[in-house]
């Protein structure tokens, strides 16, 4: 193993397949490594991918990806945060999308 993977420095090129929907059934953005697997605390830098699309698009494309690698002090960290971080998941709220099609949203008292 040398230095630079010790110290965190290490640095690929690599391609990832995006997959981009705003519309009125989904609004997300995925996107998955083509050629590379990320680890824990691995920094992905995407290139050349829309920041804003017009509603009603679907967008799927290839696009190069910058993958900064972490060293195993912060392979680590991220492991152990991550176990803190996952009650965050909690607080999304769904709406049911006939509620929201009428214009009535409820808000719950917290």
Request: hydrophobic fraction near 45%.
């Amino acid at each position: 193993m040398n230095l630079n993977v010790l110290l965190g420095r290490e640095t690929v090129q690599a391609m990832v397949d995006i997959e981009i929907e705003k519309t009125q059934e989904s609004f997300h953005a995925y996107a998955v490594p083509a050629n590379f697997v990320a680890h824990e605390g691995d920094e992905v830098w995407l290139h050349g991918v829309p920041t804003d699309i017009a509603f009603g698009t679907q967008m799927v494309m290839q696009c190069r990806a910058t993958v900064h690698r972490a060293n195993a002090l912060g392979r680590a960290w991220t492991r152990f945060t991550s176990l803190f971080e996952l009650t965050e998941l909690y607080e999304v709220g769904f709406q049911p999308k006939d509620a929201i099609d009428n214009g009535f949203v409820t808000r719950s008292a917290a």
